[in-house]
């Protein structure tokens, strides 16, 4: 069945790094346009950023912009987000998407606090 399972959120202090990661199984990964979505306590869900099936091209909310990096590995079936310079407002639960245009699938979901 189509799994998406995010892993590398956690606590880390301010100005600090973290990876996420988004293992995918059980569709064709290469054919998908992988985003990161995130949604803070009492606050909509909000697109981060989004990557290509082709990886060639990506696009960031303009809040993550030049601090977040979005790549994926079609190989491992894999999407990564590599987030530096967190600030406390990136404090939220981090979801991976697939989309196809016809398919849309979630992760569960990783929580990402930054807090000194």
């Known amino acids: 069945q189509v799994q998406l399972v995010e892993s590398g959120g956690g606590l880390v202090q301010p100005g600090g790094s973290l990876r996420l990661s988004c293992a995918a199984s059980?569709?064709?990964?290469?054919?998908?346009?992988m985003r990161w979505y995130r949604q803070a306590p009492g606050k909509e869900r909000e697109l981060v950023a989004v990557i290509a099936s082709i990886g060639t091209i990506t696009n960031y909310a303009n809040s993550v912009k030049g601090r977040f990096t979005i790549s994926r590995d079609n190989a491992k079936n894999t999407v990564y987000l590599q987030m530096n310079s967190l600030k406390p407002e990136d404090t939220a639960v981090y979801y991976c998407?697939?989309?196809?245009?016809?398919?849309?699938?979630w992760g569960q979901g990783t929580q990402v606090t930054v807090s000194s």
């Open positions: 998407n697939a989309n196809d245009g016809y398919q849309n699938y």
């Open positions: 059980g569709f064709t990964f290469s054919n998908y346009h």
